[in-house]
Nanobody
Framework: QVQLVESGGGLVQSGGSLRLSCSAS????????MAWYRQAPGKQRELVAA???????DYADSVKGRFTISRNNARKTVSLQMNSLNPEDTAVYYC???????????WGQGTRVTVSS
């Protein structure tokens, strides 16, 4: 059974930092592209950052230079370091694992990030 469990969300003031972590079980990590998505109230879920199996990374324009995604295949974890947070970053953040061949994807339950002004 595949599980993605996020942690690290919370309340932070504008300009602050948070580090999100996602721990995966039931998958072979190096067969999955790992990513973080977020969904703000009233908005569609959007890609924040993704890291593929060879370490290539994509970021949403809105987070470039502020967020850093990383993965550890041995530990089956993916992290998102978020710096210089602003209220527009307030959202529920979801971990996503997508198989590199089948494209089947798994989602975590989400962790809430709230940035106060």
């Amino acid at each position: 059974q595949v599980q993605l469990v996020e942690s690290g969300g919370g309340l932070v003031q504008s300009g602050g930092s948070l580090r999100l972590s996602c721990s995966a079980s039931g998958i072979i990590a190096n067969l999955y592209r790992m990513a973080w998505y977020r969904q703000a109230p009233g908005k569609q879920r959007e890609l924040v950052a993704a890291i593929d199996t060879v370490g290539s990374i994509d970021y949403a324009d809105s987070v470039k230079g502020r967020f850093t995604i990383s993965r550890n295949n041995a530990r089956k974890t993916v992290s998102l370091q978020m710096n210089s947070l602003n209220p527009e970053d307030t959202a529920v953040y979801y971990c996503n694992a997508r198989h590199i061949v089948t494209a089947y994807a798994y989602w975590g339950q989400g962790t809430r990030v709230t940035v106060s002004s």
